[in-house]
């Protein structure tokens, strides 16, 4: 590890520790990465928040309109990166192929290679830093000094009051929409089963909460398993 990075992250470490807003904070990071990262011109820093990632901090426009571009095709470097929980090098003067849109919206703004790093925490890719060049290829070099910032990015994400609550508001959406699904179903098999409207189905999913002494969900879910089970 070179001189210049470990005062690059000692630096890094110092502020961190004194940001109390998460944006601050991969702000710092991603700024750290585009004067560390040798041949990196601007970078960006994805979140997953609901099992997608979004661009929460950059250097440059040109950043985030690649960003953009990969979100609007649901394909690029930073979103294999993040799927695959694993770093991705392109070069896309010589590999445009693999991703021709983010070539041609590249070529568009000036720039060459693109490097994207996941951000891993328990397992859990949390995030990805995503760096460009307009001048060259990055290198294994630049790979390696991108994988140490991209730890401090997963790092600061776990640590962020604000990222748990985000999640915790995403996974209570998510449950609660899981449930309406299961709900539904049920609904469903009575309205086939019993040749009855949707509203007399939903009235016996109630009386038989009500006598079982159980939630509608609990009822729903007994509903789906003796279908199941009877097919």
Known sequence: ??????????????????ER??????????????????????GTIAISIGGRPA???????????????????????CLTSFRSASALRLDLY??????????????RVGVRAVLSVPAIW???????????????????????????LAAQVA???????EFVAARAVVEE?????????????????LISSQDCTREQAESLLERAAADDE?????IAERIIEQHNSAR
């Open 94 to 107: 010589e590999q445009g192929d693999v991703f021709p849109h983010i070539a041609i919206a590249a070529q």
């Open 21 to 42: 807003t998460l944006g601050v904070a991969l702000a710092n990071i991603v700024e750290a990465a585009t004067h560390s990262v040798p041949g990196c011109d601007a």
């Open 122 to 148: 328990g397992g859990e890719t949390i995030g990805t830093l995503n760096l460009y060049s307009r001048t060259r290829p990055f290198d294994e070099t630049a790979q390696t000094v991108a994988a140490v």
């Open 214 to 218: 159980q939630t509608i969900l609990q």
């Open 173 to 189: 959406a998510q449950r609660d929409a899981d449930d309406h699904s299961q709900v539904a179903l049920a609904t469903g098999l």
């Open 55 to 77: 661009t929460a901090a950059m250097t440059g426009t040109v950043a985030l309109e690649l960003d953009l571009v990969q979100y609007d095709n649901d394909d690029g470097p």
């Open 155 to 161: 790092i600061a994400v776990s640590r962020s009051p």
């Open 1 to 18: 590890m070179s001189e210049r990075l470990v005062t690059t992250l000692l630096q890094l470490a110092q502020v961190l520790q004194t």
